[in-house]
């Protein structure tokens, strides 16, 4: 399974706004994604940008009067309303919000919005007091009725100096939110997938942790995949720095003994766990109330107790088990020795000496050991490709009979692997 939005159409309709030079990011990420945009530039967009900077990146045309004779809509006028599978409106204004609200077709975005029998997803820029409106509030609340997709506006400094709620939000989280709804209707429907991620913190004393080089990212890569393929993901996460990711319910936990409960309180109604979370082995064996201070000695022994290994107590007769290896040395052995030890039904292993893969890159290569024996070597790839790689795995693993013939009946009737 590939990138959701690899051979996608997205109309992207661009109103004028400030932030139109968000649009040309956003433009950019999704081309990059493998997806084909469709920019459409309404009369107060074009005064803040120009479709030569959509055109250069997305290597389209871009569509801006619908009368113009060159514009492939003045001959079919509803020609990227039918062929795009989701349309985004971003940035939108509190016009064009109202236009579409009201059902007007004056131009080539609200004919195109009109006519589409696609999911739409708006991302409202405006000065604070225009959203507050209850006008804007109101049509606001009308395009949810519909079934279209708000997000947003963020709080921040406006671009009239106001500080407020009007910001268009960032690409970062309109990427999620797109590929989610593309996602919907995915070939994990149904399926619960809960994963574990970053380094659990084992506290000293109120200002030091034990901890580990875990960022989260592999974890949190998983559970975007997941969401991707109309899963119900779960992060239960350790400490670190990622923004929530959209869509994915996270679960935040410090300790070992922490993550070991949310894990076991997640996996009730789970159809697969996936531990990419570094989980400290060993806790000291006291947490100190108070700061320890340094004192005369030059030297500090701490004794550690150890922790429950989380993924090994876990059931295995319903559930898939999938662990990581993260090793320095000796890769594939011990690996195997740990899919066999914790029970496991798949497990990735990772050179964490690499620079490019393991702890907080954005890559990883890894291997897949299964229990019968199967060996996958994966060459060097985003993590979020990992993560899809790992639940193609996982996918004829599920061991709940009844939701994999579901599964099965849906591939039949047009799937989507
Ligand atoms: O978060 P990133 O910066 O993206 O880095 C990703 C990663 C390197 C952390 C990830 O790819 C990875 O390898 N995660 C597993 C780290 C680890 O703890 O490996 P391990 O070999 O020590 O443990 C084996 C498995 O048992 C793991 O699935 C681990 O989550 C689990 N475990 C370990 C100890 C314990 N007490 N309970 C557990 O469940």
Redesign the pocket.
């Known amino acids: 399974m590939t990138d959701i939005l690899k051979d996608k159409i997205i109309g992207l309709g661009v109103t004028g706004s400030i932030a139109c030079y968000k649009a040309i990011d956003l433009a950019s990420k999704l081309t990059q994604s493998g997806a084909g945009i469709d920019v459409i530039l309404t009369r107060g967009a074009r005064e803040f940008v120009t479709a030569l900077a959509f055109s250069a990146i997305t290597h389209r045309s871009v569509s801006e009067d619908m009368f113009d004779p060159r514009s492939e809509l003045s001959i079919d006028h509803v020609a990227i309303a039918e062929r795009a599978d989701l349309i985004v409106v971003a940035p939108a204004t509190a016009h064009t919000i109202a236009k579409m609200a009201n059902g007007l077709a004056d131009d080539a975005l609200t004919a195109t919005v009109l006519a589409t029998g696609a999911p739409i997803l708006v991302a409202p820029a405006m000065d604070a007091h225009m959203f507050g409106n209850p006008a804007t509030q109101e049509n606001v609340r009308t395009l949810k009725r519909r079934g279209v997709t708000i997000v947003g506006p963020a709080s921040g400094r406006l671009a009239s100096g106001l500080v407020g709620k009007g910001r268009m939000v960032e690409t970062a989280e309109l990427m999620g939110w797109i590929r989610m709804i593309l996602g919907q209707g995915g070939d994990l429907v149904g399926r619960k997938v809960v994963v574990?991620?970053?380094?659990t913190q084992e506290a000293i004393d109120p200002v030091r942790v034990v901890t580990n080089?875990?960022?989260?990212?592999?974890?949190y890569a998983i559970a975007e995949a997941a969401r991707d393929r109309g899963g119900e993901a779960v992060v239960v996460a350790a400490p670190n720095a990622l923004p929530d990711p959209v869509g994915v319910r996270v679960v935040n936990v410090n300790t070992?003994l922490d993550m070991q409960k949310a894990v076991t309180d997640e996996i009730e109604d789970a159809d697969v766990v996936i531990?990419?979370?570094?989980?400290?082995?060993w806790r000291p064996v006291t947490t100190a109330d108070q700061k320890i201070k340094k004192g005369e000695s030059t030297e500090w022994n701490l004794e550690f107790t150890k922790?429950?290994?989380?993924?090994?107590g876990l059931p295995s007769d319903k559930l898939v088990k999938v662990?990581?290896?993260?090793?320095t040395e000796d890769l594939i052995a011990?690996a195997q020795t740990?899919l066999v030890s914790?029970g496991l039904d798949l497990i990735?292993a990772?050179d964490?000496t690499a620079t490019d893969a393991?702890?907080?890159?954005d890559t990883?290569r890894v291997m897949l050991f299964d229990r019968e024996g199967g060996i996958e070597v994966m060459p060097l790839m985003s993590?979020y490709d990992v993560g899809h790689r790992i639940l193609d795995r996982v996918k004829p693993m599920f061991k709940d009979g009844l939701k994999q013939d579901i599964a099965v009946g849906e591939d039949a009737a047009g799937g989507r692997d």
Request: charged share 15%.
């Open positions: 574990s991620a970053g380094g080089n875990s960022s989260g990212k592999m974890g070992a531990m990419a979370a570094a989980v400290s082995d922790n429950p290994d989380i993924i090994a662990g990581f290896a993260a090793e011990n740990k914790k990735a990772n964490v393991g702890f907080a890159t990883n993590k």
